[in-house]
């Protein structure tokens, strides 16, 4: 069994459109979190949830919006892509507060032309 | 503001050879400390972390050390294989904290 999945695994998607990108977890963790790998393979966190609360919010454009429906799902969606929203999406959980292990999705490859 | 830097890569190795990627923090406090391996497209997957000074995490070969003093955990292993090139990420979390902070990741190959 998946611990966490994500959907879909690659994106493809012209400027100016919507996107969403779906993460559920399966291993009973209350917190999870949204990471944005670069070019460069550089990874930073974009958004955390705890128990369907936001509770990290970086500097992020609003374009981007989660929404945690329950502790199992964590959804990214993006509005008006941009070029530079080309990038590897990570979703990833824990559990409890302070958390322990990070346990990360397989990644959405995101391209946009 | 807290940061990891890590050596830059790609490291190119031969099968064998030992292996040390480094890694440097800057942060206020003490934080813990974590080593994540990203094998070819696949997700981040911990390899061992350490939470307190002088500890030293180990997992499949791999060791680092919290050196409080040298604010350092490098990642070593004496003796790496094929199936270890991935690239590896160094990062730190307080206590209390939900954010990790990674370094900016070293690929590794290692040749036959």
């Known amino acids: 069994d998946t611990a966490v999945s994500q959907t879909p695994k690659y994106l493809v998607t012209q400027m100016g459109n919507d996107k969403s990108i779906k993460c559920e977890q399966n291993?009973?963790?209350?917190?999870m979190y949204w990471y944005k790998q670069d070019s460069k393979k550089f990874l930073k966190i974009m958004f955390s949830?705890?128990?369907?609360?936001?509770?990290i919010n970086e500097t992020v454009p609003n374009r981007f919006s989660p929404k945690s429906p329950d502790k199992a799902h964590l959804n990214l969606h993006i509005n008006s892509l941009e070029l530079g929203d080309s990038a590897v999406y990570f979703c990833?959980?824990?559990?409890?507060?302070?958390?322990?292990?990070?346990?990360f999705g397989p990644g959405t490859r995101l391209l946009v032309l | 503001g807290d940061s990891v830097t890590q050596m830059e890569g790609p490291v190119t190795l031969s099968e064998e050879a030992f292996l040390t990627i480094n890694c440097t923090y800057t942060a206020t406090g003490y934080p813990s400390l974590f080593w994540y391996v990203q094998y070819p497209g696949e997700g981040l997957q911990l390899l061992l972390k350490a939470t307190k000074a002088d500890d030293k995490g180990s997992n499949k070969g791999f060791e680092a050390t919290y050196r409080k003093e040298t604010t350092s955990f490098h990642l070593e292993k004496g003796s790496v294989q094929v199936s270890d090139s991935a690239v590896y990420f160094c990062a730190l979390r307080f206590q209390g904290a939900q954010k990790l902070v990674f370094g900016q990741g070293t690929r590794l190959t290692i040749n036959p």
């Open positions: 291993l009973g963790h209350d917190t």
């Open positions: 949830y705890n128990n369907k609360e936001l509770i």
């Open positions: 990833a959980s824990s559990q409890g507060i302070p958390q322990e292990t990070q346990y």
